[in-house]
């Protein structure tokens, strides 16, 4: 709990850190009718798409800068020699991004999505894939983060998004099943079994890849 505490205390001063990501996707949102006047009538048409890409950079942007503070001024070297367990902060510094990020974005994926499909039911069913897609996302980013820590986010981004790729592919059945009612749920379970390895191995992962950076 202590962690917790203090990761969440940390992030809620650098409030660029997680509201800048937030303000992107608002931002992408926000522009997708003005550019698309042709499709006035059918703006959902292409809607799914730009809110999964849009999801996708913004959790990319909320990484950024992760790890990169901590790692300068020595924080994670002292953590790493007081604990034996560095993957857990690593978790938990996951899990406070996503609550400062991530859940205000699949919140407005929500609203914006019943704001452009006029559709209940469909927007309730788009919240549980952002949900999820959102964290699975941050993970990934997470990794790719940590892979370029002191070699720029680019590097991060290039290594992560063959990775994200098949989130995507999965987000876009997933809108065809719920728009032709065939096995939603399906794509859920899938996407939570995906997320279930994730949330384990990425915390390890990510802790050797600092270790090995620190060493």
């Known amino acids: 709990m202590k962690i917790i505490r203090l990761e969440f205390l940390k992030l ?7 509201l800048g990501p937030v303000l992107v996707f608002w931002l992408m949102m926000i522009a997708y009718p003005l550019t698309v006047e042709f499709l ?10 730009v809110l999964w890409i849009a999801i996708l950079i913004s959790m990319m942007l909320a990484t950024e800068d992760i790890f990169l503070e901590d790692f300068n001024d020595g924080t994670l070297e002292q953590i790493m020699i007081k604990t034996s367990s560095f993957s857990t902060l690593v978790s938990v ?18 609203i914006f999505s019943f704001g452009t499909t006029e559709d209940l039911a469909l927007s309730l069913m788009i919240f549980p894939l952002s949900i999820i897609s959102s964290y699975i996302f941050l993970n990934l980013f997470v990794m790719g ?4 820590l002191n070699k720029g986010s680019v590097l991060g981004a290039l290594v992560t998004m063959p990775l994200a790729l098949p989130v995507l592919i999965v987000l876009g059945k997933s809108i065809i099943a719920i728009q032709l009612s065939i096995n ?5 379970f899938l996407l ?12 390890l992962v990510v802790s050797y890849i600092i270790k090995a950076h620190l060493e």
């Open 12 to 18: 809620k001063k650098k409030t660029r850190t997680w």
């Open 40 to 49: 006035q009538e059918k703006l959902e048409v292409g809607f799914f798409s």
């Open 93 to 110: 510094k996951i899990l406070t991004y996503w609550i400062f990020v991530g859940i205000p974005i699949s919140i407005l994926s929500f």
């Open 145 to 148: 983060n940590a892979l370029s």
């Open 184 to 188: 939603y749920l399906g794509f859920i």
């Open 192 to 203: 939570l079994g995906c997320l279930s390895i994730i949330i384990v191995t990425v915390p």
